[in-house]
């Protein structure tokens, strides 16, 4: 069902089975799959390319010009995968002549008022709370679960199955597999519970564990920790995913566990 009281560019593409509630607005240069419901209000601008099975709320805003001063008019694209669910008053930002463009996975839950800015890229299957903002070409993997109110700066990884606390200001990458606590940015533990939803068995998330106390809990610097995880931790996709991502972080890694707060 498409209302009269929506505005809708004849050269749009849109799929099958699509609900385009009032004053929504898609432009021309937009392409949105099979049965998606674009809320009223909603607003789908040039280079939008969403999959099928989406759900856009009120006032949310995607491919929105960047918010980047190097921007200069090029054509990008903001990329949306399938069975999204996109909250009131989202805005994604289209890519920059850095990447061409942003990219969401599938099946993620984007809350009210959360940004995602320009070149950024996110997994699937995570869930991002209430105003959370992530600038220009951060990565976040799958499952990830980013706490309300949270800032990410610009260029910081996010690994897969993590977990930040809500209200934490990021600036280093996070590793997967952990819990970031929001007062000091320090590792928390692992995401035990996110990885037991998750069909890890109990044997890997201890192996997942005991390389987290080598690398967070001994002491040791990273550098050194990774060489004696591999020595003492039986090798699996995760240690590996776990080392890979350390040894080719830019920005640094989040602070190791500390008993008391700094």
């Known amino acids: 069902m498409i209302s009269p009281l929506a505005y ?4 749009a593409r849109l799929g099958n089975n699509i609900t385009v509630e009032p004053f929504a607005y898609i432009a021309g240069d937009v392409e949105i799959g099979d049965n ?3 809320g009223p ?3 789908i601008h040039d280079g939008a390319r969403i999959g099928k099975g989406c759900k856009i709320h009120t006032a949310a805003s995607i491919a929105c010009l960047p918010q980047d001063l190097k921007f200069r008019g090029e054509k990008t ?3 949306i995968g399938d069975y999204n669910d996109i909250r009131e008053y989202v805005t994604i930002s289209r890519g920059t002549a850095s990447t061409g463009t942003t990219v969401i ?8 008022y959360v940004h995602v800015g320009h070149d950024c890229v996110v997994g699937s299957r995570c869930v991002i709370a209430n105003r959370v903002s992530l600038a220009g070409e951060v990565h976040v993997g799958d499952w990830a679960v980013i706490g309300g109110h949270a800032a990410i700066h610009q260029w910081t990884r996010i690994g897969d199955h993590v977990m930040i606390q809500g209200g934490a200001l990021l ?5 997967p597999f952990v819990v970031v606590r ?10 035990k519970i996110g990885l037991s939803r998750r069909d890890f068995t109990q044997q890997r998330i201890d192996e997942i564990h005991e390389a987290c106390r080598i ?3 001994s002491g040791l610097n990273y550098m050194n920790g990774c060489e004696e995880v591999e020595r003492t931790v039986p090798q699996s996709p995760e240690r590996d995913q776990l080392l890979e991502f350390i040894r080719t972080s830019q920005r640094g890694i989040i602070k190791p566990y500390a008993s008391n707060r700094e």
Do not use: E, S
């Open 105 to 112: 996975g599938d099946h993620n839950l984007l809350m009210a």
């Open 171 to 175: 600036g280093k990458d996070v590793p």
């Open 41 to 43: 209000g909603a607003v």
């Open 8 to 11: 809708i560019h004849p050269d």
């Open 77 to 79: 694209t903001a990329v």
């Open 215 to 217: 690398l967070f809990q």
């Open 36 to 38: 998606c419901w674009i």
């Open 182 to 191: 929001n007062d000091t940015l320090r590792f928390a533990g692992v995401n």
